[in-house]
């Protein structure tokens, strides 16, 4: 029998995996799709607590997740591929125009 | 007719307004226009309404209009008022009439400067300035004539500003003007407090009901009013700006620095006679400076070499007379010797004008001399005006001197020293006069050649103010005729109603005789003659003398020459104590302590901020990094708590 537990444990080793992902990876895509593990992760959450709870709120926010996260993407995507074009890297350690 | 009194003031600011904005389009013979014009309709006005003041019995001549409510306050109210009675009608005639006269001669004597314009919109400035002075019916309007003429005084003494030495002689008066100021701002502030009003016609009735003779608050107002009246009228020790004041062209000495603005102090002091009979120690206090004024002022002249000089040091000495006739209670003296000594006073400095005119900007009397054949109208009317200021019988100076010696020794408050120090002063004044006047017109030429041929007459536009002040030097004394000579001092009456029966009659009592004031008169007159003969004897009949004395009497020339070296006491005592701590709180306090704490404050966060922007080191997996610590130390918290 799979409970809630077992949701939310997967939920929380996906999202890890995001964060350590975010944290140590140097390429953008890489910590872009890292991104997308943590919101999917948070995604699988509501999805878990929305059966547990025999409530629709859940699921409605993951789709207000879904379409943000689709907006994000676009957005994001178009942000590295200019800094590709401009840079012939997506590395972020060579990025790092805001410098003091 | 009295209602137009606010023309009076108003007219020459017109002149102000059109000479300063517009005058250097105009041109100089419409601004000298203009300014003549607007301070001669304002005499005419004032003459007109002095004519319809003396039409009414003489207990109803009061008149006060309040134009407009200046600043109304809880208790406190000031209006823009003005008032006419014996006394401001009085001044306002000298006022205008002397200042039309002045304008008219500067016309002449400024022709051709560069500063034409500006010099006639300070001129009507003053003219206006003065006017709210006498004309105002409460302390502070007043005091902003007060301070107008003061601000007038200042531009025109420093009016040749490129001169360093006319710069810092505005400088001088301004701040010198300025310590007496602060007296008479306290003056007015403890009137307030001890009256709630500031209006003359509601100060000097409460005053005389709720407060007996001799109470100290009236006596501590009157001495603060007193303080700005030694500034403003160059009493000792205030005196020192006003010979320095000389830097200014010759007609604005003649207007500000001897006919009128000087003498402000002495009309507030009669002004508040009220007060100060009042307060009789303050009165004594008055008496003493003004004989102290008198003769050390006319001791300095003795030996001056600088026409304008001496003469500035004689109005010091004429003003500390009008002050010692309000301390011994003779404020009609004191104001009749105003007005005597705006005529001659204003007289001699115009002729000193045209004989600097004349000689090209010479002020030295040792290089002049002769001067009778080739200005023959100068020479004349400023023999009257010496004549008439040394006091000999007929002319304006004896009846008013005289007048004031005379209460001086036998006044309320009289006594014969005081009379002692008023003839000594009077001898001095007719040796000083006399001795510039033989070195200036008579002998012969001890100028260069080059000045002797440029020698000429002033032009009409200068003799003529010239001749008219002569002549009134000459009979402007029949006003007041004193009634042992068969007069009837009309001039003591038309103003007694402002200063009270009581002293008056006082006067009356006390007198000594009438021979003792015969006696009194005859030796005024002999040592009066006594200067003019030492005068020639030294200078036109033993010309070698002069120099023999100033060998013998060495130190007391050398200290007389350089003005007991006051001006050199109050650098060191005053000027540059304060001069040199001004430098070091500049230097120490302000250089280092204040800038010191604003510049700590700003390198404080500079430099603090340059540690903590190495924070921002613009790769985000480190901002990351702070954002997973910061969750995790934050859920660890609320787990572990």
Same mark, same amino acid.
């Given at each position: 029998?799979?409970?809630?537990?077992?949701?939310?444990?997967?939920?929380?080793?996906?999202?890890?995996?995001?964060?350590?992902?975010?944290?140590?990876?140097?390429?953008?895509?890489?910590?872009?799709?890292?991104?997308?593990?943590? *919101?999917?992760?948070?995604? *699988?959450?509501?999805?878990?607590?929305?059966?547990?709870?025999?409530? *629709?709120?859940?699921?409605?926010?993951?789709?207000?997740?879904?379409?943000?996260?689709?907006?994000?993407?676009?957005?994001?995507?178009?942000?590295?591929? *200019?800094?590709?074009?401009?840079?012939?890297?997506?590395?972020?350690?060579?990025?790092?125009?805001?410098?003091? | 007719?009295?209602?137009?009194?606010?023309?009076?003031?108003?007219?020459?600011?017109?002149?102000?307004?059109?000479?300063?904005?517009?005058?250097?389009?105009?041109?100089?013979?419409?601004?000298?226009?203009?300014?003549?014009?607007?301070?001669? #309709?304002?005499? !005419?006005?004032?003459?007109?309404?002095?004519?319809?003041?003396?039409?009414?019995?003489?207990? +109803?001549?009061?008149?006060?209009?309040?134009?407009?409510?200046? &600043?109304?306050?809880? =208790?406190?109210?000031?209006?823009?008022?003005?008032?006419?009675?014996?006394?401001?009608?009085?001044?306002?005639?000298?006022?205008?009439?002397?200042?039309?006269?002045?304008?008219?001669?500067?016309?002449?004597?400024?022709?051709?400067?560069?500063?034409?314009?500006?010099?006639?919109?300070?001129?009507?400035?003053?003219?206006?300035?003065?006017?709210?002075?006498?004309?105002?019916?409460?302390?502070?309007?007043?005091?902003?004539?007060?301070?107008?003429?003061?601000?007038? +005084?200042?531009?025109?003494?420093?009016?040749?500003?490129?001169?360093?030495?006319?710069? =810092?002689?505005?400088?001088?008066?301004?701040?010198?003007?300025?310590?007496?100021?602060?007296?008479?701002?306290?003056? #007015?502030?403890?009137?307030?407090?001890?009256?709630?009003?500031?209006?003359?016609?509601?100060?000097?009735?409460?005053?005389?009901?709720?407060?007996?003779?001799?109470?100290?608050?009236?006596?501590?107002?009157?001495?603060?009013?007193?303080?700005?009246?030694?500034?403003?009228?160059?009493?000792?020790?205030?005196?020192?700006?006003?010979?320095?004041?000389?830097?200014?062209?010759?007609?604005?000495?003649?207007?500000?620095?001897?006919?009128?603005?000087? @003498?402000?102090?002495?009309?507030?002091?009669?002004?508040?006679?009220?007060?100060?009979?009042?307060?009789?120690?303050?009165?004594?206090?008055?008496?003493?400076?003004?004989?102290?004024?008198?003769?050390?002022?006319?001791? &300095?002249?003795?030996?001056?070499?600088?026409?304008?000089?001496?003469?500035?040091?004689?109005?010091?000495?004429?003003?500390?007379?009008?002050?010692?006739?309000?301390?011994?209670?003779?404020?009609?003296?004191?104001?009749?010797?105003?007005? @005597?000594?705006?005529?001659?006073?204003?007289?001699?400095?115009?002729?000193?004008?045209?004989?600097?005119?004349?000689?090209?900007?010479?002020? =030295?009397?040792?290089?002049?001399?002769?001067?009778?054949?080739?200005?023959?109208?100068?020479?004349? @009317?400023?023999?009257?005006?010496?004549?008439?200021?040394?006091?000999?019988?007929?002319?304006?100076?004896?009846?008013?001197?005289?007048?004031?010696?005379?209460?001086?020794?036998?006044?309320?408050?009289?006594?014969?020293?005081?009379?002692?120090?008023?003839?000594?002063?009077?001898?001095?004044?007719?040796?000083?006069?006399?001795?510039?006047?033989?070195?200036?017109?008579?002998?012969?030429?001890?100028?260069?050649?080059?000045?002797?041929?440029?020698?000429?007459?002033?032009?009409?536009?200068?003799?003529?103010?010239?001749?008219? !002040?002569?002549?009134?030097?000459?009979?402007?004394?029949?006003?007041?005729?004193?009634?042992?000579?068969?007069?009837?001092?009309?001039?003591?009456?038309?103003?007694?109603?402002?200063?009270?029966?009581?002293?008056?009659?006082?006067?009356?009592?006390?007198?000594?005789?009438?021979?003792?004031?015969?006696?009194?008169?005859? $030796?005024?007159?002999?040592?009066?003659? $006594?200067?003019?003969?030492?005068?020639?004897? /030294?200078?036109?009949?033993?010309?070698?003398?002069?120099?023999?004395?100033?060998?013998?009497?060495?130190?007391?020339?050398?200290?007389? /020459?350089?003005?007991?070296?006051?001006?050199?006491?109050?650098?060191?005592?005053?000027?540059?104590?304060?001069?040199?701590?001004?430098?070091? !709180?500049?230097?120490?306090?302000? =250089?280092?302590?204040?800038?010191?704490?604003?510049?700590?404050?700003?390198?404080?966060?500079?430099?603090?901020?340059?540690?903590?922007?190495?924070?921002?080191?613009?790769?985000?997996?480190?901002?990351? /990094?702070? &954002?997973?610590?910061?969750?995790?130390?934050?859920?660890?918290?609320?787990?572990?708590?």
């Amino acid at each position: 029998m799979i409970t809630l537990t077992h949701y939310l444990v997967l939920s929380g080793i996906i999202f890890t995996i995001g964060v350590i992902g975010v944290m140590v990876r140097r390429s953008a895509l890489v910590i872009f799709m890292c991104i997308e593990l943590m *919101l999917n992760s948070v995604n *699988l959450t509501f999805i878990a607590f929305s059966r547990y709870l025999n409530s *629709l709120d859940g699921q409605v926010f993951v789709f207000f997740v879904l379409s943000v996260a689709a907006a994000e993407v676009v957005v994001g995507l178009a942000i590295i591929i *200019l800094i590709f074009r401009n840079k012939a890297t997506v590395n972020v350690d060579e990025i790092n125009l805001m410098k003091w | 007719m009295f209602e137009y009194i606010w023309l009076i003031p108003f007219l020459p600011i017109i002149g102000t307004v059109i000479n300063g904005l517009l005058g250097k389009k105009l041109g100089d013979r419409v601004v000298g226009f203009v300014g003549c014009t607007v301070v001669g #309709i304002s005499f !005419l006005i004032s003459a007109s309404l002095f004519a319809q003041l003396l039409s009414l019995p003489s207990e +109803s001549r009061f008149f006060s209009k309040v134009i407009y409510t200046w &600043i109304g306050s809880g =208790d406190f109210k000031a209006d823009i008022g003005f008032q006419l009675d014996p006394l401001s009608s009085l001044m306002i005639l000298v006022v205008t009439g002397v200042g039309f006269l002045i304008h008219v001669y500067s016309v002449g004597y400024m022709h051709k400067d560069p500063g034409y314009y500006r010099y006639f919109a300070y001129l009507n400035l003053f003219t206006f300035s003065m006017l709210i002075l006498v004309l105002a019916n409460n302390f502070l309007l007043m005091f902003v004539g007060w301070e107008g003429v003061g601000l007038c +005084s200042y531009l025109l003494i420093g009016y040749w500003f490129e001169k360093k030495s006319a710069a =810092d002689a505005g400088k001088k008066a301004f701040v010198v003007n300025r310590i007496g100021d602060f007296g008479f701002i306290l003056g #007015i502030m403890l009137i307030f407090t001890t009256f709630k009003t500031l209006n003359f016609s509601e100060v000097f009735p409460k005053a005389v009901d709720a407060f007996s003779k001799g109470d100290p608050t009236i006596t501590l107002i009157a001495i603060f009013l007193f303080i700005g009246a030694m500034g403003k009228s160059a009493q000792i020790p205030l005196y020192v700006w006003l010979p320095d004041a000389m830097e200014g062209p010759t007609p604005v000495s003649a207007l500000i620095h001897a006919a009128t603005m000087v @003498t402000a102090g002495v009309y507030m002091v009669s002004r508040c006679n009220a007060l100060y009979t009042l307060a009789p120690d303050s009165m004594t206090l008055v008496a003493i400076v003004g004989a102290a004024t008198a003769i050390f002022a006319a001791s &300095i002249g003795l030996v001056q070499n600088d026409i304008k000089k001496v003469l500035a040091y004689s109005t010091v000495s004429q003003l500390g007379y009008m002050f010692l006739a309000c301390g011994v209670g003779a404020f009609g003296a004191g104001i009749f010797h105003l007005m @005597t000594h705006a005529f001659f006073k204003a007289l001699l400095f115009m002729g000193a004008g045209s004989v600097i005119h004349a000689m090209g900007g010479e002020q =030295d009397i040792w290089k002049m001399g002769a001067l009778r054949k080739h200005m023959p109208v100068t020479f004349l @009317t400023f023999l009257a005006g010496t004549i008439a200021i040394t006091g000999f019988p007929g002319f304006a100076g004896f009846f008013s001197k005289d007048e004031i010696l005379w209460e001086a020794f036998s006044g309320a408050y009289g006594s014969p020293a005081l009379w002692l120090v008023g003839i000594i002063a009077a001898t001095f004044t007719s040796f000083y006069m006399f001795r510039m006047f033989f070195l200036t017109f008579c002998g012969e030429f001890r100028g260069t050649d080059e000045k002797l041929h440029h020698l000429h007459e002033s032009p009409g536009v200068m003799t003529v103010p010239l001749i008219i !002040l002569a002549i009134l030097s000459a009979v402007g004394g029949y006003v007041g005729v004193p009634h042992i000579l068969g007069g009837s001092n009309v001039i003591g009456s038309f103003l007694a109603p402002v200063f009270g029966k009581g002293l008056e009659g006082k006067v009356e009592a006390h007198g000594g005789g009438e021979s003792l004031e015969l006696i009194l008169m005859g $030796v005024s007159v002999v040592i009066a003659v $006594v200067g003019l003969l030492v005068a020639y004897y /030294l200078y036109l009949a033993n010309r070698e003398l002069p120099h023999k004395l100033e060998k013998k009497f060495k130190g007391i020339y050398k200290v007389l /020459l350089n003005k007991y070296y006051v001006d050199e006491i109050y650098d060191a005592c005053i000027v540059n104590p304060i001069k040199n701590g001004s430098i070091f !709180l500049w230097e120490k306090f302000d =250089d280092r302590f204040i800038d010191g704490l604003v510049n700590g404050v700003a390198s404080f966060f500079d430099e603090g901020s340059a540690v903590l922007r190495r924070m921002q080191t613009g790769a985000i997996q480190s901002y990351m /990094l702070s &954002i997973v610590i910061g969750a995790v130390v934050i859920l660890g918290y609320y787990l572990l708590k």
